[in-house]
């Protein structure tokens, strides 16, 4: 039974750091050929992709997090982590991770493509 456990969310106030951490376990094929990818999702708003890193271990952010938030992987571990600094109010929600064998670049942003998906950790952030 494949298993996503993301932690490392919590209270913080603007400008403070948090890492968020997203293990995996139970996969009948190498963590390395999985794309894992950070989403978030605020009250009344949809799940949005925040960072991904590809089995490549190319890169991705979406705009109001780049330079801000650094995505990266080891695979020794099985763990993708999300560095998060000079953290907004609106970055508060629930991060998710979710992990999708050998993704395509196109197909990174669209929560439908992924395999497997965390349970979620709170993020909240007081101004």
């Known amino acids: 039974q494949v298993r996503l456990v993301d932690s490392g969310g919590g209270l913080v106030q603007a400008g403070d750091s948090l890492r968020l951490s997203c293990t995996v376990s139970?996969?009948?094929?190498?963590?390395?050929?999985?794309?894992v990818g950070w989403f978030r999702q605020a009250p009344g708003k949809e799940r949005d992709l925040v960072a991904a890193?590809?089995?490549?271990?190319?890169?991705m952010y979406t705009d109001s997090v780049r330079g801000r938030f650094a995505i990266s992987r080891d695979n020794a571990k099985n763990t993708v982590y999300l560095q998060m600094n000079s953290l907004k109010s609106e970055d508060a929600a629930v991060y998710f991770c979710?992990?999708?064998?050998?993704?395509?670049?196109?197909?990174?942003?669209?929560?439908?493509?992924?395999?497997?998906w965390g349970q979620g950790t709170q993020v909240t952030v007081s101004s």
């Open positions: 979710a992990a999708g064998y050998h993704m395509l670049p196109a197909r990174v942003r669209d929560p439908n493509e992924y395999d497997y």
């Open positions: 139970g996969l009948s094929i190498s963590f390395s050929r999985y794309t």
């Open positions: 890193i590809l089995y490549s271990s190319t890169t």
